[in-house]
Nanobody, 117 residues
Framework: QVQLVESGGGLVRAGGSLRLSCAAS????????MGWFRQAPGKLRELVAI???????HYADSVKGRFTISRDDAKNSVYLQMNSLQDEDTAVYFC???????????WGQGTQVTVAS
C-alpha cells in the first residue's frame, strides 16, 4: 500500500558528508509530512528533521546548521544532506511519512550511518 525505501547510508569519517534519499510509493494518497528520524544503540528514536507540506521545516537542535532536508513532491521523495558529521550522528536513520487519508505513520526499513573518528 505504502512503501518507503531509503538509500545512501554508509561509513564516513568525522567531518565528512553523506546524503540520504527516501522514495515513497504512495499510490493515490496525499502526503502531509516527510522526514527523518534516527536511533542510536541503546537510545530512543529521535527526530532529525521534518518537512510538512506547505509548512515550516523543523530540525533537531543537534543537527541545525549541519543537516539540510529537502523534498521533491514530483518524485514523492525526501532527502537529507548531512555535513560535518560527528561521532554522535552514528545511528540507523529512518525515513518517515504521513498522509492525509491514512491514520498511521509510515517508516522505511532504516539505513545505517556510521561516523568514524
Amino acid at each position: 500500500q505504502v512503501q518507503l525505501v531509503e538509500s545512501g547510508g554508509g561509513l564516513v569519517r568525522a567531518g565528512g558528508s553523506l546524503r540520504l534519499s527516501c522514495a515513497a510509493s504512495i499510490n493515490s494518497f496525499t502526503l502531509k509530512s516527510m522526514g527523518w528520524f534516527r536511533q542510536a544503540p541503546g537510545k530512543l528514536r529521535e527526530l532529525v528533521a521534518i518537512i510538512p507540506t506547505g509548512g515550516t521545516v523543523h530540525y533537531a537542535d543537534s543537527v541545525k546548521g549541519r543537516f539540510t532536508i529537502s523534498r521533491d513532491d514530483a518524485k514523492n521523495s525526501v532527502y537529507l544532506q548531512m555535513n560535518s558529521l560527528q561521532d554522535e550522528d552514528t545511528a540507523v536513520y529512518f525515513c518517515y511519512a504521513d498522509f492525509r487519508e491514512l491514520p498511521r505513520n509510515y517508516w522505511g526499513q532504516g539505513t545505517q550511518v556510521t561516523v568514524a573518528s
